[in-house]
C-alpha cells in the first residue's frame, strides 16, 4: 500500500508517526516529573493531556483520510466517492487542529502566568489576560468558521446540495493569520519577565528564553499553513489538503512537545550532569588503578 502512495500521502504517514511517538515520549517524561518529582498535578497538566488526545484524533483522521480517502493524491487518482470523503475530512481536520492549537496555548499561557506570578487584574498581567481571552476567542471563531462556513454543511461536498458556501480559502486564512500573530504574543510575552531578573546572570536567561522559546516551531508551522491555503488549488483539491494534513499534524504534535519541555528540561539536565560526573569519576579511578598497578610492577620486577 504504500509504495503506491505520492509523496506527500507518504511523508504524511511517515512524520506523523514519528512525531507521535517523540510525544508521547515527551508526555509520559512530562507525567513522571509532574507526578513522580514534583508530586502535582495542576490545570495545564490536564490541558495538555487533552491537548494529546485531541491530537490522537487528528493523527487518526489524517491516516484514514490518507489510506481510505485518497488524501495527498492527485484528482486524477481520486474516485468521486472519495473526493465527497475528503471534504468532510477537511471540515473534521480544521476542526480538531484548532481545538489543539487553543488547548495548547492556554497551556502556555496557565503555565506563564504561574510561573511569573501573574495574578490579578494589573498592569503587568494585562498583555496575558488579553492573550487569553484571544485564544479563547479564536478557538471559538474557528470551529464556528468549521461548523457554518457553509450553508446547509451538506453543500461543502455536495455539489448538486442547494446551498452556499462563503470563502474557505479568505476565511481560513484569516484565522491563521490571527492565530500567527497570538502564536508570536505569547513567544514574547516572557522575555520581558525574564530580562527583568536580577537574581541570575544572563547566561542562565539566555537558558531560559531558550527553554521557552520552543514553540517558535509552531510559528513556523502555522506560517507553513498559511502558504499551503495561498496554494490549494481547486483543479487538485485532494493532493494540497494532504500537504496541509501533513501540517496540521506536526503542528499539534511538536507543539505537545513545546508543552513538555521545561519538565524534560528539568528532568534531564541533573541527570546528564549525574552521568557526566560519574563519567569523569570512572575514569579517573581507572587510570588511578593503571598507574598503581604499572608501579607494583615495576616495583617487583627490581627485585
Not at 158 to 179: K, M, N
Request: glycine share 6%; with cysteine; proline share 1%.
Amino acid at each position: 500500500m504504500l509504495r503506491n502512495m505520492s509523496d506527500v500521502a507518504l511523508a504524511t504517514v511517515v512524520c506523523t508517526y514519528v512525531f507521535t511517538l517523540l510525544a508521547t515520549i515527551s508526555l509520559s517524561i512530562h507525567a513522571y516529573y509532574r507526578l513522580m518529582v514534583r508530586h502535582e498535578v495542576e490545570a495545564e497538566d490536564f490541558l495538555t493531556l487533552i491537548a494529546f488526545i485531541v491530537s490522537l484524533a487528528l493523527v487518526g483522521q489524517i491516516t484514514w483520510a490518507v489510506i481510505d480517502e485518497g488524501q495527498g493524491e492527485h484528482m486524477s487518482d481520486v474516485t468521486g466517492s472519495q473526493f465527497e470523503h475528503a471534504a468532510k475530512s477537511l471540515l473534521a481536520s480544521e476542526a480538531l487542529w484548532a481545538l489543539v492549537n487553543t488547548l495548547i496555548r492556554l497551556t502556555a499561557l496557565i503555565f506563564l502566568r504561574k510561573l511569573f506570578a501573574l495574578r490579578g487584574l494589573t498592569l503587568k498581567s494585562c498583555p496575558l489576560l488579553l492573550l487569553i481571552g484571544a485564544s479563547i476567542a479564536h478557538g471559538i471563531a474557528a470551529l464556528l468558521t468549521a461548523v457554518l462556513i457553509c450553508r446547509p454543511i451538506q453543500a461543502l461536498w455536495d455539489d448538486q446540495d442547494e446551498g452556499t458556501c462563503g470563502d474557505q480559502i479568505v476565511a481560513f486564512l484569516s484565522l491563521e493569520g490571527v492565530g500567527l500573530i497570538i502564536d508570536i504574543g505569547i513567544l514574547l510575552l516572557p522575555v520581558r519577565h525574564v530580562l527583568n531578573l536580577s537574581s541570575i546572570q544572563l547566561k542562565q536567561k539566555v537558558s531560559i528564553l531558550f527553554v521557552l522559546s520552543a514553540g517558535a516551531v509552531v510559528i513556523v508551522i502555522t506560517g507553513l499553513r498559511i502558504a499551503a491555503l495561498h496554494r490549494i488549488n481547486t483543479s487538485d483539491f485532494s493532493y494540497d489538503q494532504g500537504y496541509l494534513g501533513l501540517l496540521s499534524t506536526l503542528g499539534a504534535l511538536i507543539g505537545i512537545i513545546t508543552c513538555c519541555t521545561a519538565s524534560v528540561y528539568h528532568l534531564l539536565k541533573p541527570l546528564s550532569k549525574k552521568l557526566k560526573k560519574t563519567d569523569i569519576t570512572s575514569s579517573g579511578r581507572r587510570l588511578i588503578g593503571s598507574l598503581l598497578l604499572s608501579s607494583v610492577q615495576r616495583t617487583g620486577a627490581n627485585r
